[in-house]
């Protein structure tokens, strides 16, 4: 997408730059990249530049969602672009459309829809790939009907690479499934980064999987029970290590977490634990959201056919037997709710919203932070953290009508 000439400056706001809020400070924009970002002070206008005041705003990187499965009716399945219209209001600007495990016909179908639309979408945040969650998982763990948790096969895997092509850029699997170690290795070989999820494996399995190019942790205390629960008759005075354990101790994985509004997902000491575990760069926010996401209270149905619901009072998604499927949260939700729960200052929760999801999806090089020569994508937010508009690669692509 080309973009004219003309400079545009975004000044009188607080930019976070390099995981500091800098007040009073301006952010140039050029041909969609980001030409120059600092203090007033130190950074010139070009006269004749074109300026958007950001006074009493947060500018901050454009939001990056690496697990998102819907949102405003669309799933990712058939309709990535509807979905990149509707997250963009909330921050977004940059994610994967996530597909959940179901027939491989099915996920090859909706492998070629993504990789047909992605890329920039006019009035919409960027379709930047492809996460396969599944069909690779444990079949125990999760809301996913366990049928479509198959085991990888040389001929599925390799089928899934062929139709993903380079738009793969995510892959969340159980290390424990036979066949699994040479599924990582295919994954890693076509470009895309390995995830641990829905996994119960053991010390071995794990270690085995990490050699074979895993790097990642998908929803960590979602989906990841200890390997044997310890009750009465089999404790013995010590506490079973299952995957969680290993993932927090290997400074070698990152991982991705759910702040849902009632923590539902992840109680807050968890939360806290992930991040002092982990360390800020290496934790990210995901919403895991479905297509419901923005609706309101209501149903939909999974592309698997399960029927999803929500109820008031909670921004999570749950199966018709109440258990947890996801979220109905976007990113700037997400946001809010990780800064209640853990009382964190607000560099943390956006650099987790930015950089380190950028990092865990290796895109890094070209967005998730306010740097020269990277993609102009900027979200300003209000003293609530509310989203009044949004920047993509330089151009406005989003205005709140909120007063």
């Not at 149905?301 to 619901?309: E, K, L, N, P, S």
Request: charged share 20%; hydrophobic share 40%; net charge neutral.
């Amino acid at each position: 997408m080309k973009h004219p000439a003309q400079v545009t400056a975004i000044v009188g706001g607080t930019a976070f730059l390099r995981r500091r809020l800098v007040p009073n400070s301006v952010v140039l924009v050029r041909d969609g990249t980001i030409e120059a970002a600092g203090p007033a002070a130190k950074v010139r206008v070009p006269r004749g530049a074109r300026r958007i005041d950001a006074s009493g705003m947060t500018v901050a990187p454009g939001f990056i969602d690496i697990h998102i499965h819907g949102s405003g009716g669309c799933r990712a399945e058939d309709d990535a672009p509807g979905m990149a219209r509707n997250i963009i209001a909330n921050g977004t600007t940059w994610f994967l459309p996530t597909f959940i495990s179901n027939e491989l016909g099915m996920m090859l179908k909706a492998a070629d829809h993504v990789r047909s639309c992605t890329g920039p979408v006019r009035g919409g945040a960027t379709i930047g790939g492809i996460h396969l969650e599944g069909p690779f998982l444990n079949p125990k763990y999760g809301a996913q009907r366990p049928e479509h948790n198959i085991e990888p096969s040389p001929e599925s895997v390799g089928r899934l690479i062929e139709h993903c092509g380079e738009a793969l850029k995510f892959v969340t699997i159980a290390p424990e499934r036979p066949g699994a170690i040479e599924a990582i290795q295919a994954f890693r070989a076509a470009g895309a980064t390995v995830s641990v999820g829905h996994s119960d494996a053991t010390e071995p399995e794990y270690i085995a999987g990490r050699k074979a190019g895993i790097t990642h942790a998908t929803h960590i205390f979602n989906a990841m029970p200890p390997r044997v629960w310890t009750v009465r008759e089999t404790y013995l005075g010590t506490k079973t290590v299952g995957v969680e354990e290993l993932i927090l101790a290997d400074d070698g994985v990152s991982a991705d977490i759910m702040a849902d509004a009632t923590a539902a997902h992840v109680q807050p000491t968890l939360l806290k634990m992930a991040l002092k575990c982990k360390g800020v760069s290496k934790l990210s926010l995901i919403t895991d959201a479905m297509m419901i996401a923005g609706m309101g209270c209501g149903e939909c149905r999974m592309a698997d056919g399960q029927t999803v619901i929500t109820r008031p009072g909670e921004d999570v998604a749950r199966l018709a037997n109440g258990g947890l499927c996801g979220s109905v949260m976007s990113m700037c939700g997400a946001l809010r709710n990780w800064l209640r729960h853990t009382g964190t200052p607000v560099e943390t929760g956006l650099t987790m919203v930015s950089e380190s999801p950028a990092r865990a999806a290796k895109v890094f090089d070209r967005r998730g932070s306010i740097e020269p020569g990277k993609e102009a994508d900027l979200v300003l937010l209000d003293e609530s953290l509310e989203v009044r508009s949004v920047m993509i690669a330089g151009r406005v692509e989003y205005r709140s009508t909120k007063r």
